[in-house]
């Protein structure tokens, strides 16, 4: 039972324009949420976190946005750009869990 | 910057092959973890170690297991490979704490083929 949920196997974005990544999870445990970003060949790379404190955390052109009520949280690129092409991995923790739960990933795509 | 280092980028091993996966970290972190990456499920832990000879079983341990003689190194035994372990493995480590304040470092992987 995949605790973490990226519905979106893919989502295809023209350069310039906002590019939005979905997870949804169901163990109200999780209280510290991740986003990792992967290109082909190489590891996964931490890209911005959020605490179940917040609802909003926003570095550079990335900002992720969390809803605790409807168990959900989100990734906005903004302006998308050609290098953001990658696959994106949501990642949830429990309170004084020792490991991440992924979900299964969305491939992004920007076009330019 | 923290380097994981995973020593083989490629492997093809045959049915029944007993295959050893290395993994080396350089910044004195305590916790380490193996993960395999399949389409669509995404990563799925196999094994972690939070100290020098502790290990802890994942999500999906049947037909691995693991060895952490020191602290920088964890490696990942398959112990008679089979084909539904054709994979992405990914090693990974990070400090104690939380993911928060330190988030898991990843190798760049090893892409493993049993045929």
Redesign the interface.
């Known amino acids: 039972d995949q605790q973490?949920k990226?519905n979106s196997?893919s989502l295809s974005v023209q350069e310039g324009r906002i590019s939005i990544l979905n997870c949804d999870y169901t163990n109200s445990m999780f209280d510290?949420f991740?986003w990792?970003k992967k290109y082909p060949?190489?590891?996964?790379?931490?890209l911005i976190?959020i605490?179940s404190i917040k609802d909003k955390n926003e570095d550079g052109r990335f900002t992720v946005f969390l809803n605790k009520s409807a168990k959900h949280l989100s990734l906005h690129i903004v302006p998308s750009q050609p290098g953001d092409s990658a696959v994106y991995?949501c990642?949830a923790?429990y309170l004084y869990g020792?490991?991440?739960v992924?979900?299964?990933?969305t491939i992004l795509r920007v076009k330019s | 910057d923290v380097k994981v280092t995973q020593s083989s980028r490629y492997l093809v091993k045959r049915t029944g092959e007993k295959v050893f996966l290395e993994c080396v970290q350089d910044m004195d972190h305590e916790n380490m973890f193996w993960y395999r990456q399949d389409p669509g499920l995404g990563l799925r832990l196999i094994y972690f170690s939070y100290d020098v000879k502790m290990k802890e079983k994942g999500d999906i341990p049947e037909g691995y297991s693991v060895s952490r003689e020191k602290k920088e190194r964890f490696s990942l035994i398959l112990e008679s490979a089979s084909t539904n372990q054709t994979s992405m493995y990914l090693c990974a480590s990070y400090h104690t704490g939380r993911y928060g304040s330190s988030p898991l470092h990843f190798g760049n992987g090893t892409r493993l083929t049993v045929t």
């Open positions: 973490v990226q196997p510290y991740l990792y060949a190489e590891g996964p790379t931490f976190s605490s991995f990642a923790n020792n490991k991440l992924f979900g299964a990933g």
